[in-house]
């Protein structure tokens, strides 16, 4: 099994800053694509940006510009840093990681239990 702690979040104003965080922990061989997700209030989930093993990333249209995902794999850490924060970012993000926990199994997703992110004046 596979843990995934997420941390960060809070409340911030409109063109403010938040990085968020998370790290996985437990049986982990290799981790392949790590990204982040975020689901407002009656919206689907939405995937907000990913990045790859080796380091290429991608981004929603919405985010392009203002966040950065970056990962540090000596501590399966995952980042989304959050800058110039507008009211419709506010949702819940949740981290997801694509983990292969034995080298002979196939690898499998896990999700973190989400962190809310709240932009407001």
């Known amino acids: 099994q596979v843990q995934l702690v997420e941390s960060g979040g809070g409340l911030v104003q409109p063109g403010g800053s938040l990085r968020l965080s998370c790290a996985a922990s437990?049986?982990?061989?290799?981790?392949?694509?790590m990204s982040w997700y975020r689901q407002a209030p009656g919206k689907q989930r939405e995937l907000v940006a990913g990045?790859?093993?080796?380091?290429?990333?991608n981004y929603a249209d919405s985010v392009k510009g203002r966040f950065t995902i970056s990962r540090d794999n000596a501590k399966n850490t995952v980042y989304l840093q959050m800058n110039s924060l507008k009211p419709e970012d506010t949702a819940v993000y949740y981290c997801?990681?694509?983990?292969?926990?034995?080298?002979?199994?196939?690898?499998?997703?896990?999700w973190g239990q989400g962190t809310q992110v709240t932009v407001s004046s």
């Open positions: 437990g049986n982990i061989f290799t981790i392949y694509y």
């Open positions: 990045i790859t093993s080796g380091g290429m990333t």
């Open positions: 997801n990681i694509n983990v292969k926990e034995r080298i002979l199994e196939a690898s499998r997703n896990y």
